[in-house]
């Protein structure tokens, strides 16, 4: 049964957070964030290029949007993980969706593994081994909900589109809030 009782973005913000705690520590870092990185480069090696670039992305979410959040200590909890996302998005929502388009690409990039500018559904299923590793059915499901087209593919409008719904929508029905599976 769904938490009705917490705001839809408080608890995508909160499964987010979970993802990027590399180490399960209950604090996020620059380390954390960069674990995705190497997380994604060893489910999608070879491409050092594309890497730096989600390395470089990711660095900037940390130092522009995160670590605002965590003066002093260079960690945050998940209340400052929340909280640092919701002040970028009403103090800088350009920035913030800039930074966030940028790390979209840059999974785009590494996810396509035949070159043709699209994630198809194993593409997909091979990023969530890299991000988190849920039931391959609960990403098939999501898979299908960020589909908005049908076309059996995810194309970079599609996964644009699911990015700001995840990061700044209420809407509980807004396909954008299965980006990174059920959350």
Not at 31 to 44: E, K, P
Request: with cysteine; hydrophobic share 40%.
């Amino acid at each position: 049964m769904p938490d009705t009782a917490t705001p839809v973005l408080t608890r995508k913000m909160r499964f987010m957070f979970t993802l990027l705690d590399a180490d399960r520590d209950g604090f996020l870092d620059a380390d954390d964030l960069t674990a995705v990185a190497d997380r994604m480069d060893a489910v999608f090696p070879g491409q050092p290029d594309r890497i730096g670039t989600l390395r470089s992305t990711l660095h900037e979410l940390w130092v522009d949007h995160l670590a605002p959040a965590a003066p002093g200590s260079g960690r945050i909890d998940v209340e400052a993980f929340e909280n640092g996302i919701r002040r970028s998005v009403s103090v800088s929502p350009v920035t913030l969706l800039e930074t966030l388009h940028a790390g979209a690409c840059a999974w785009i990039s590494l996810c396509d593994a035949d070159g043709n500018g699209l994630v198809d559904l194993e593409e997909y299923l091979r990023l969530n081994r890299a991000i988190g590793g849920l039931p391959a059915q609960q990403m098939e499901d999501s898979f299908r909900r960020l589909d908005r087209d049908g076309d059996g593919t995810l194309d970079p409008a599609e996964i644009d589109a699911a990015v700001v719904e995840f990061f700044t929508s209420e809407d509980p029905a807004a396909p954008g809030n299965w980006l990174y599976g059920p959350f």
